[in-house]
C-alpha cells in the first residue's frame, strides 16, 4: 500500500554531545496505535531541503514507558559532514515545528520475549536503537540484566551520556556500562582503542561469557558491526543470538545513496527493455526501464508514492513481493531467506533480469 507520512510537532529539541541533538515529537491520542513501535525500531522522516524532498531513517531511542505514558517518541541525530539531512535538522528543527514522519518500522528488535541478559554493542550514533533497548528491558523485566559496550572517541562524545546515567543510577545492580574510548586515556587496557575483533574476544574472556548472553544487539559502522559480530560467533555465541543494525554499508555506498536518495530522478523511460508492472493500492501502473536501473527508482520516477528511505538494502522499507519475472539484488541486509523464497525483494536494490516484471508493493 501507498506510504503514509503523519505530520508531528516537535515537543523538545535537546543538545548532545559532538553536535547531536535529541528530538522528541509529540503524538497525538488519535495517532497512538499508527506509532506504537517495538524498541529497536526506526521513524522515517520527510522534509524539503534546498528544495529537494529528503527521506532518513533515525532509530527511536526512548523507551516504551515515555510513549505509553507521556505520549511522545524520541530519535538521536548526529550531523554528519556533507550530510544534506542531518545538518539541517540539527540547524533548524525547533520546538512548535512540524515534520513528516512515517510510522515506526525495524527489525532490529527483541525477538525473545524473556531474557535474563542482554548485551549491546555501539559506536557513536549506534547507541540509538541500543539504549530504548536496554531502558525498556530494564524497566519491564525486574529480574533482567542488560550489558552494554560502547566506543567512543573520548567522553565529551558520548551520545545520550546523560540518559545512561540515569539509567545506571535506577538500576545500579542490573546494568553494566563499559565505556570504550579511542582518544581518551583509559585505566585498563582493554577499554582503549576501537571496538573490534580482538577486544570484543578478551571482554567475552575477562568479563562477558558466551553463554551467559540471551540475545546480542550490535549497531555501528560497518567495519565494528562485522568484527563483532564474527568475534561473538567465534567465542560460542549462537548466531541465531545476534542481531546488528546497518543504516548504510559502508562510508563510500552512505555517500552514493545520500547522492541518490536527494536526486529527483529524471530518467526517460522510453525505448527501454523491460516492461514493468507496479501494483499499489490495488491499481497496476505499466512503464519500461533499463537493466541497469533498480526497480524502486523506475518506480519513483512514474511519480508513484511508494514506501522507501535508505535506498542501501538495510532498513527494509521498500520491501516488495515480485509476482512476475524475476530479479537479482545488489545488495540484502534484512531479507530473510524464507522471505524471498516467497518472492519478497528489497526494491531499492533489484535490477531485472527478465523481460518482464510484475511488481507489488500491496502484499507487504
Sequence with gaps: MAVQFHSLAVKRVSPEAAGSVAITFAIPKEKKSDFDFA??????????VDGQSVRRTYS???PRSRFEFDNELEIGIRPVQGGLFSNWAVRSLKEGDQIEVMPPDGRFTV???????????????GITPILSIAATTLEDQPDSKFTLVYGNRQMSTVMFNEALQDLKDQFPQRLTLIHVLSRQAQEVDLLQGRIDGPKVHAMVKALLPAASMDEVFICGPESMILATQAALIAAGVPESRVYTERFTSGAAQAAKVQSDTDARVTKSISQKPVALTVQVDGKGH?????????VLDAALSLGLD?????????????????????????KNFTLEKDEMDQGYVLSCQARPISDHLVISFDER
Excluded: N, W
Excluded at 39 to 48: I, W
Excluded at 309 to 325: N, P, Q, W, Y
Design 60 to 62: 527511536i531511542s526512548s
Design 286 to 294: 505499466e512503464l519500461r526501464m533499463g537493466r541497469d536501473e533498480k
Design 39 to 48: 524498541p529497536g525500531q526506526f521513524l522515517t522522516l520527510k522534509a524539503t
Design 111 to 125: 525477538k525473545k520475549q524473556r531474557a535474563i541478559h542482554r548485551v549491546g554493542f555501539a559506536a557513536g550514533s
Design 306 to 330: 511508494l514506501p522507501y528511505s535508505c535506498k542501501a538494502g538495510v532498513c527494509c522499507t521498500c520491501r516488495a513481493k515480485v509476482l512476475e519475472g524475476s530479479v537479482e539484488m545488489d
